[in-house]
């Protein structure tokens, strides 16, 4: 096999301010291979992809296409090179047809002629083995309808170099088949591909190589032959660093929240949450792991009132009057009138969890500002807790005064975690409550965590890092596609073991403690 | 390459005052152009067209009082869709609504006489004129409530409606052919707003001032108030922390209308004493203006609404001694809201040179 990379990254770099989001990257891809890119959430590689196709520019570094070193500034640059990325959100004109949507932007004399154009699609859709319907409205397209109308408006633009972000996250089982197949026809035809993901078992099955990616830094590239799952989930997640987190025994552990069987379903009818069933018991930290859309948010937010399910039930065992209560389908004021006393710290600290426009003292008010048998606010007790949490936490601010949305990332979480704190609660929820934070406010996040768990809190915690689900917490749920692949004691399992569950697809869940 | 480029100033390192700096500046640029566009126009010199415009403004005692009742008017519509907008929702309907609550106190008076009591009849019109103002601001919430119908477009529309009701209103009611109705109980004063003093309009003036301190106080101290500013921030928010969002929408917009119900009442009962399709002068729309200008503040859209109301009378006092006609006034007050509207890109943004590029 005569080796000609069609694409190759010396040494990128790029930073978005303190943080490092690619470091000294090195890429290669040939002509006629597919590339995967491999790595967890945040380990740069959509960062990586968007500066080939032009939406970013490296900070240092090169790229070169066919040996020459070229410079992409913009996407159409990234055109003029014939690369063509598909996003993970398509970027498509709703009221427009398939073939106006591919023909949209273009500057050469087809654009009017639709048919024309139309009759071209439909040559690039039967080469390959596209299923479309070039007369179709987008808005009457299923989700795998349009990503054939993205690959197909880069391929009409005449991409050789495809970049697919995430592609299969979004599709069925099936409808990856077909893709799959459509991609190794593609590269038969002498395409490059290079495809974004995070799923073992696709990489395993489409890609000729395998490029990882660990929190921002490129670690290796193996071929997919020499390869195992366990392998590439070993230099995907990286050897145990070691935290310091101090992690007590749970105290009398009861159980607080008995969650079974819940299903939930998205607004396109997928589902989001495919049986899950877990027990939360006071006194511990229970971790939840998973790619990232694996269900987490909709798990919190269905426990929080927030999100409808169609079916399961939340049982929460009152500590105090020994009553049990079902919080299924419950908005969060009939589950506050029912004296459940639930804290929630969602992943959208500014959009969910705190009014980014509002000062301390009013985001303090939230939760509580219809206190008071008047008809007005009452603002001097909201005040106190801001200034106890300024003090408490050492929340960097000018004053309490000061909207939200100015302090930095690790200050708005402080306020937030403070607050939902303050509220006393026996079932504490946190969805990446340190995500973007530096390291001492981490720290600060972990260490509230086990003061919540040594004073009987039940504690969800969902997160990210690995090394600190597993520092941290007394259990983990892990959760992928919506279904719990497993729950292990977080003193026991290894690294490998809970990410070799976060990728699995199918099968069923293994269920039960380990 | 040389040239400019813009860069988004930081929150905090714009100070208030340098906001005031750039505001005031663009009003007086504004104030320029609009000097240089009368003197081309009218010949006459700068200064004498400015002291017309005062002349015209704060004049005579008749023109003050017609200057205040003007920013009183304006006042109470755009304090009428203040709350709606706090909560993002684009009540572009206060036209109608005002139309409806004045059609409401006209038909009062037309139909119910003089057989009341003029403090009754007072009554009875402040009622129904809210509640025609409420019912028809209350339908597309209910729509936007239910189904998720687009505001905008919905309060626009209404104010059609509003505006063909009474057309057909006076088609019907109109007196000998006039093609209009003619000052309603011009002898018995019935459902007339009773002068202070011998001042018709103080009246006006002291109920829109009340309530320009009740929505001050509505919104930065009511339970309700931080509730309209929660759901305008993030709806999402709204509903994490457990607020009912269709109810605040449904509720605020009632409120909305209610004003602007009241705002038809005092036009029709306290000035005009008679109902046209022309009974809101597009107040309706010019109250958007102000409520936006003074970023929802209820006290600060007095500044934005005698703004306003000033270059009006104003400019329609030149157009009135140099013979140009009345769109000549519109042209003054586009003029001084362009450069208002324009200054806030110039807070929000500065203009850097841009330097060579380094590699």
């Not at chain 1, 029912?338 to 959009?351: A, I, K």
């Not at chain 2, 209308?257 to 597009?282: E, K, N, P, Q, W």
Request: charged share 20%.
């Amino acid at each position: 096999m005569a080796e000609v990379p069609a694409i190759e990254l010396k040494n990128i770099t790029k930073t978005f301010g303190p943080i490092v989001a690619n470091k000294d990257v090195c890429l290669v891809a040939n002509r006629g291979e597919v590339l995967s890119i491999l790595g967890e959430n945040g380990s740069g590689k959509t960062t990586l992809m968007n500066m080939i196709s032009g939406i970013y520019y490296p900070d240092h570094g090169q790229i070169f296409i066919d040996g020459k070193e070229v410079e992409i500034k913009s996407p159409k640059d990234a055109f003029n090179y014939k690369i063509g990325m598909i996003h993970q959100h398509f970027k498509l004109v709703d009221v427009f047809t398939a073939t106006e949507n591919i023909v949209l932007g273009l500057k050469d004399e087809g654009r009017y002629n639709l048919k024309k154009s139309a009759a071209k699609i439909k040559a690039i859709a039967d080469l390959y083995g596209f299923v479309l319907d070039p007369n179709k409205k987008i808005y009457d397209m299923s989700v795998s309808e349009k990503q054939t109308v993205e690959i197909i408006k880069v391929l009409y633009r005449g991409a050789d170099i495809l970049i697919l972000d995430e592609p299969t996250a979004v599709l069925t089982p099936q409808e990856t088949r077909r893709l799959f197949s459509v991609l190794t026809r593609m590269k038969a035809d002498g395409k490059t591909i290079i495809i974004i993901t995070h799923k073992l078992n696709e990489v395993m099955e489409i890609s000729d190589r395998v490029s990882v990616l660990r929190k921002g830094e490129y670690i290796g590239t193996v071929l997919t032959k020499e390869t195992s799952e366990s392998a590439l989930t070993e230099m995907m997640v990286g050897k145990k660093v070691e935290l310091n987190i101090d992690r007590s025994e749970p105290q009398n552990p009861e159980d607080r929240l008995i969650v079974a069987g819940l299903n939930c379903e998205n607004r396109e009818g997928v589902k989001v949450l495919d049986n899950v069933s877990f027990t939360a018991k006071s006194g511990e930290i229970l971790g939840v792991a998973g790619i990232a859309g694996s269900g987490q948010r909709e798990l919190l937010e269905a426990i929080a009132g927030l999100q409808r399910l169609e079916s399961g039930s939340i049982i929460y065992n009152n500590p105090k009057t020994k009553e049990q209560e079902n919080l299924r389908n419950k908005t969060p004021i009939q589950i506050r009138e029912l004296g459940v006393r639930l804290s929630f710290v969602p992943e959208d600290r500014l959009g969910m969890g705190l009014v980014g426009n509002m000062d301390l003292t009013d985001n303090m008010m939230l939760r509580s500002y219809k206190k008071g048998h008047t008809a007005f606010l009452e603002r001097s007790k909201p005040k106190e807790l801001a200034e106890q949490i300024v003090e408490e936490l050492e929340v960097a601010t000018p004053s309490i005064s000061t909207p939200v949305r100015r302090l930095s990332g690790g200050n708005v979480q402080k306020v937030l975690v403070g607050r939902e704190i303050a509220a006393a609660p026996t079932v504490f929820m946190a969805a990446y409550p340190v995500r973007g934070l530096d390291i001492n406010s981490s720290y600060l996040i972990y260490n509230l965590l086990n003061q919540q768990k040594e004073k009987g809190v039940s504690v969800i915690f969902v997160g990210e890092d690995l090394d600190v689900l597993i520092a941290l917490c007394d259990r983990i749920v892990v959760l992928s596609s919506g279904k719990v692949t497993g729950i292990v004691d977080a003193r026991k399992t290894t690294k490998e073991e809970v990410g070799l569950l976060m990728t699995k697809t199918f099968g069923d869940a293994e269920g039960g403690e380990k | 390459m040389l040239g400019f480029h813009v860069v988004k100033r930081s929150k905090d390192a714009t100070p208030w005052w340098i906001a005031w700096l750039i505001r005031i500046g663009a009003i007086l640029l504004g104030a320029l152009v609009c000097a240089l566009v009368t003197v081309v126009l009218t010949g006459k010199d700068p200064i004498y067209v400015f002291t017309t415009m005062v002349n015209g403004a704060f004049g005579t005692e008749r023109k003050l009082w017609s200057l205040l009742q003007g920013i009183a008017m304006l006042l109470c519509v755009s304090l009428a869709v203040t709350p709606a907008f706090k909560m993002k929702f684009w009540n572009i309907g206060a036209e109608g609504q005002a139309l409806m609550g004045g059609l409401a106190a006209a038909a009062c008076m037309m139909f119910i006489g003089e057989s009341l009591p003029n403090w009754l009849m007072l009554l009875v019109m402040v009622v129904t004129s809210m509640l025609a103002g409420a019912i028809w601001a209350v339908i597309p919430a209910l729509f936007k409530a239910r189904w998720n119908t687009n505001e905008t477009l919905f309060t626009l529309m209404m104010n059609y409606i509003a505006i063909q009701i009474v057309s057909y209103f006076i088609c019907v009611y109109a007196t000998g052919g006039s093609g209009k109705i003619d000052v309603i109980n011009a002898s018995s004063h019935i459902g007339w707003m009773p002068s202070i003093g011998g001042k018709a309009y103080l009246l006006n003036v002291i109920i829109v001032l009340a309530l320009t301190v009740f929505m001050y106080v509505y919104l930065k101290y009511s339970k309700h108030g931080y509730e309209i500013a929660v759901v305008g921030e993030s709806e999402n928010t709204a509903k994490y922390i457990g607020i009912d969002v269709r109810k605040v929408i449904i509720r605020t917009m009632i409120i909305s209308g209610l004003l602007c119900g009241l705002a038809g009442f005092l036009l029709v009962s306290g000035a005009d004493h008679t109902i046209s399709r022309d009974t809101i002068a597009g107040r309706g729309f010019t109250a958007i203006m102000v409520s936006w200008l003074a970023k929802f503040n209820p006290i600060v859209m007095i500044l934005t609404s005698f703004l306003l109301v000033f270059f009006e009378k104003g400019s329609g006092q030149v157009s009135q001694i140099c013979g140009l006609n009345a769109s000549f006034s519109d042209v003054i007050t586009g003029i001084i809201i362009f450069f208002i509207i324009g200054s806030e890109f110039f807070i929000n943004f500065k203009i850097m040179k841009n330097e060579k590029e380094g590699k």
